[in-house]
């Protein structure tokens, strides 16, 4: 899947340093991420209330939008926090998938293991007569462990074993 670039420079060249500090405290906390084009928006609760922001980052220097008071003077917190979202976790702007068969590059397999949940792969492995039980021992964890972090994963919590109990679910359909 390939989205535009966005790079912390771009934003380190319109925003303070206090704000871009400030915005770390709000990356990976918008709803409603999209991207359009090279049209990037999100909302996010902040601290008096719901805000709107967009960017467009396909200009020099970067134009953006945001509800709150102090877009009206200076690139905002929000606005730098959503550029941030999007540089560490694009996939959550993404509204496809990519196809398994697509991936070429780390990237991709990156963008793959984070838009594709846990069950999904060990129902498909269940369809390859490899069990839940399997996986769970393959992995040295509990059923029930692997059961949380299926759970976990489900609801958007993640669990610093989810991401390589998906890359070992996924090394595992490949040699099937």
Request: charge should be negative.
């Amino acid at each position: 899947m390939q989205l535009p670039k966005l790079s912390e420079e771009q934003l380190k060249n319109i925003s303070t340093p206090i704000n871009l500090q400030r915005a770390e405290n709000y990356v990976g906390k918008f709803v409603d991420c999209s991207i359009e084009g090279n049209v990037l928006k999100g909302t996010i609760k902040g601290n008096h209330g719901s805000y709107t922001s967009e960017l467009v980052i396909d200009t020099d220097p970067i134009e953006f939008k945001c509800d709150c008071e102090n877009a009206k003077e200076v690139f905002c917190k929000h606005a730098a926090a959503l550029g941030l979202t999007y540089i560490y976790t694009p996939w959550v702007f993404a509204s496809e998938k990519i196809e398994r068969s697509k991936i070429n590059s780390f990237e991709d397999i990156k963008f793959y293991i984070k838009t594709t949940t846990l069950k999904e792969l060990i129902e498909e492995l269940r369809g390859k007569s490899i069990g839940s039980a399997q996986i769970a021992e393959l992995n040295g964890i509990s059923l029930q462990q692997l059961s949380a972090i299926v759970k976990d994963d489900l609801s958007g919590k993640h669990h610093t074993l989810t991401d390589p109990l998906k890359l070992a679910c996924l090394y595992l359909l490949e040699k099937q």
